[in-house]
């Protein structure tokens, strides 16, 4: 298994980023997928999650900012971040799911900056 995330970077607040990771190794399509980001000083937190099906769930701290979404013909997972905040600030993975609520392979992170 192999998850390579990518379009991380520095934006103002109010900004938006596109991220996007790129699965390998394993049947994407049959799998839950979820963005977790860790802030600086502070532990994981999760933030989106997209099952195989295409339903979706975001954290109240995103809702209506964050879009997950997922190309499966592609292999790849996507963020669609609008509205960024500072408090947005951190380095975000990707996850591929397991069992219920869990994950078993996160990629290498891209970091995410909303500064002025």
């Known amino acids: 298994v192999h998850l390579v995330e990518s379009g991380g970077g520095l934006v103002q607040p109010g900004g938006s980023l596109r991220l996007s990771c790129a699965a390998s190794?394993?049947?994407?399509?049959?799998?839950?997928m979820s963005w977790v980001r860790q802030a600086p000083g502070k532990g994981l937190e999760w933030v989106s999650l997209i099952w195989s099906g295409g339903n979706t769930a975001h954290a109240d701290s995103v809702k209506g900012r964050f879009t997950i979404s997922r190309d499966n013909a592609e292999n790849t997972l996507y963020l669609q971040m609008r509205n960024l905040k500072p408090e947005d600030t951190a380095v975000y993975y990707c996850?591929?799911?397991?069992?219920?609520?869990?994950?078993?392979?996160w990629g290498q992170g891209t970091q995410v900056t909303v500064s002025s």
């Open positions: 996850a591929k799911g397991f069992g219920t609520w869990a994950h078993d392979y």
């Open positions: 190794g394993f049947t994407f399509s049959t799998y839950y």
